[in-house]
T-cell receptor, first 117, second 112 residues
Framework: AQKITQTQPGMFVQEKEAVTLDCTYD???????LFWYKQPSSGEMIFLIY??????QNATEGRYSLNFQKARKSANLVISASQLGDSAMYFC??????????????FGAGTRLAVHP | DVKVTQSSRYLVKRTGEKVFLECVQD?????MFWYRQDPGLGLRLIYF???????EKGDIPEGYSVSREKKERFSLILESASTNQTSMYLC???????????FGPGTRLTVT
């Protein structure tokens, strides 16, 4: 069975510093993908970054990078140069092929990040 | 820009009422999803639809049903609302050929 684990319920970071949000996953499928979403207090889920299981290089999108360690089954999100607007809930999610052959997502419990001035 | 809209941001219903949550997307996406979000549990899939009039159960379908009569609209129905269905409900859509899901703003439902 597939599983996503985010062990940090809450994190805080000083403005302009880097922060790493942890995510580990479990699957026996060779083909899968990992997402990070941001959810501000307004509620909408904002896509940040995606890494496919066969991608050789770690994904990067601006200040976001995904530290993908396949052997350790981890997909940590690194936010460089934190900004006050980064304060939000962050969810790690995994794409997999469910029963019936459809792509599905499962989500971790989330990490609440607070950026302090 | 892809836009996914949900009919209400906040909703308060009484136990036993029939509740309709509506979701509309404007990008001709084939797949649509309903999730509920609870603290400490993340998002859990209730139902999804891969095409018009097609539906598949997710991980927690009990107490819910869905309807997709048109490609752009996906409805979640609580036949007889109960207090344990108090939650945030998020709709999402995805193009069949892509992995990324686009989410609506969510509906916070309270059942009293």
């Amino acid at each position: 069975a597939q599983k996503i684990t985010q062990t940090q319920p809450g994190m805080f970071v000083q403005e302009k510093e880097a922060v790493t949000l942890d995510c580990t996953y479990d699957t026996s499928d060779p083909s899968y993908g990992l997402f990070w979403y941001k959810q501000p207090s307004s509620g909408e889920m904002i896509f940040l970054i995606y890494q496919g299981s066969y991608d050789q290089q770690n994904a990067t999108e601006g200040r976001y990078s995904l530290n993908f360690q396949k052997a350790r089954k981890s997909a940590n999100l690194v936010i460089s140069a934190s900004q006050l607007g980064d304060s939000a809930m962050y969810f790690c999610a995994m794409r997999f092929i469910g029963s019936g052959g459809y792509n599905k997502l499962i989500f971790g419990a989330g990490t609440r990040l607070a950026v302090h001035p | 820009d892809v836009k996914v809209t949900q009919s209400s941001r906040y909703l308060v219903k009484r136990t036993g009422e029939k509740v309709f949550l509506e979701c509309v997307q404007d990008m001709d996406h084939e797949n649509m999803f309903w999730y509920r979000q609870d603290p400490g549990l993340g998002l859990r899939l209730i139902y999804f639809s891969y095409d018009v009039k097609m539906k598949e159960k997710g991980d927690i379908p009990e107490g819910y049903s869905v309807s997709r009569e048109k490609k752009e609209r996906f409805s979640l129905i609580l036949e007889s609302a109960s207090t344990n269905q108090t939650s945030m409900y998020l709709c999402a859509s995805r193009k069949q050929s892509s992995y990324e899901q686009y989410f609506g703003p969510g509906t916070r439902l309270t059942v009293t």
